[in-house]
Structure formats: C-alpha cells, structure tokens
C-alpha cells in the first residue's frame, strides 16, 4: 500500500532556530517528491519538487533532501520566523505524478 | 487574483441536508481535483477531471458525492443527505497535465454537518 509517514506530528521551536521535519515513504512506482506548507483555513502551497534523480532543492530558508535509496526525505528550515507556523506536509506522486499520497503532516508551531 | 477559488469558504448544515461546492481552477488548468481532509491528516483524493472528463473516482467517493466539471472549466461537488462523518475541509486543486504536474490548491471549503 502506498504511504507516508512524517515525523514528529508536531514540533515547538524559537523564532531563529532551525528544525529539521521527517518523511518516509513506500510509494511505488515513484514520480516525484514534494513537501507543501499548509496555513490553518488556507489550502496547501508547494515549496520544494523533486525527481528521482534529485538530493536537494532549496527554495529560500527551505532545504529539502531526498535519498531514493532509502525511500526518505527532510525539509529543513533555516531561522525560523513566526509565519513559518504552519503544517508542513510530505507528498510523494506515484504513476504519471498526477497520483498524490499525502502525509499527515507535521505541525509546526515557531514561538518568540 | 488568478488563484483557484472555492465557494462557499465555509458551510453549516443539519444532517440529511444536500450541499453543493463550488471551484473555479486556474484559467486554461485542464485537470481539477477534489480533495477531503479531516483535522490532523492529510488530504485524500476523492476525483479529478480532465476537461470535462471525470477520469478517476476514490472508493471514499461514495453514491451521494456526485461531481461535475460539465464544460471543463468550474466544477461541482454535491453531497446529497449529509451525515456527521462529511464533516472535514474540502480542497479543489488545477493543474496542466504534465509529467511533473503542479497542483495548485484552492483555499477549501469547511463543511460541519450537525
């Protein structure tokens, strides 16, 4: 069955941290990778994209690393700032990348 | 804004009621999606669209969701005798159909069946 699991479920840090947000997945066959950022209400918006054949793409204070091998991938975020409090969210394509399987999402909560 | 849209962005109804969801995708976006998420996961597909052509629907889409995209630009969900369990945001993506395709997501509309 296909599947992502992100961790942790959620994660407290101080404005100007960094933090680092798990995801493993067994999607089969793979297309790509995503993670999304999801504010409370707001629908989901895409950060970071990446292939098979990808290990990292940035995207600002965004970093997201992927090891196909292993079937896992990171976002990590670099100096956190209070609008960055949001759910984060692990997407991976499966077939012709229109097929999404979603992870649950890591809530994260950035405090001053 | 050239953003997808939903309408309403929130809905509060009795139980048996029918409700009817509104999106309007990206402009020339030839796929449009329908999502369902509960508090605490993350979204689950439910059907989507090529054109007019609704080419795949989940097994969560059961016989009272019916959706509708009749000329391939907005579309409809309809939920018809709602019940407690409906409740959850329903999200509308577009995207162009593509290898790597970009779903744009809409901001959802918030069902609570009471």
């Known amino acids: 069955k296909n599947q992502v699991e992100q961790s942790p479920q959620s994660l407290i840090i101080l404005e100007g941290k960094n933090c680092t947000l798990q995801c493993n997945y067994t999607v089969s066959p793979f297309s790509n990778l995503r993670w999304y950022k999801q504010d409370t209400g707001r629908g989901p918006v895409s950060l970071t994209i990446m292939t098979f054949s990808e290990n990292t793409k940035s995207n600002g204070r965004y970093t997201a690393t992927l090891d196909a091998d292993t079937k896992q991938s990171s976002l990590h975020i670099t100096a956190s700032q209070l609008s960055d409090s949001a759910s984060y969210i692990c997407v991976v394509s499966a077939e012709y990348g229109n097929k999404l399987v979603f992870g649950a999402g890591t809530i994260l909560r950035v405090k001053s | 804004d050239t953003g997808v849209s939903q309408d309403p962005r929130h809905k509060i109804t009795k139980?048996?009621?029918?409700?009817?969801?509104?999106?309007?995708?990206?402009?020339?976006?030839?796929?449009?999606?329908?999502?369902?998420?509960?508090?605490?996961?993350?979204?689950?597909?439910?059907?989507?669209?090529?054109?007019?052509?609704?080419?795949?629907?989940?097994?969560?889409?059961?016989?009272?969701?019916?959706?509708?995209?009749?000329?391939?630009?907005?579309?409809?969900?309809?939920?018809?005798?709602?019940?407690?369990?409906?409740?959850?945001?329903?999200?509308?993506?577009?995207?162009?159909?593509?290898?790597?395709?970009?779903?744009?997501?809409?901001?959802?509309?918030?069902?609570?069946?009471?």
């Open chain 2, 15 to 114: 139980r048996g009621q029918n409700v009817t969801f509104r999106c309007d995708p990206i402009s020339e976006h030839n796929r449009l999606y329908w999502y369902r998420q509960t508090l605490g996961q993350g979204p689950e597909f439910l059907t989507y669209f090529q054109n007019e052509a609704q080419l795949e629907k989940s097994r969560l889409l059961s016989d009272r969701f019916s959706a509708e995209r009749p000329k391939g630009s907005f579309s409809t969900l309809e939920i018809q005798r709602t019940e407690q369990g409906d409740s959850a945001m329903y999200l509308c993506a577009s995207s162009v159909a593509s290898g790597q395709e970009t779903q744009y997501f809409g901001p959802g509309t918030r069902l609570l069946v009471l």
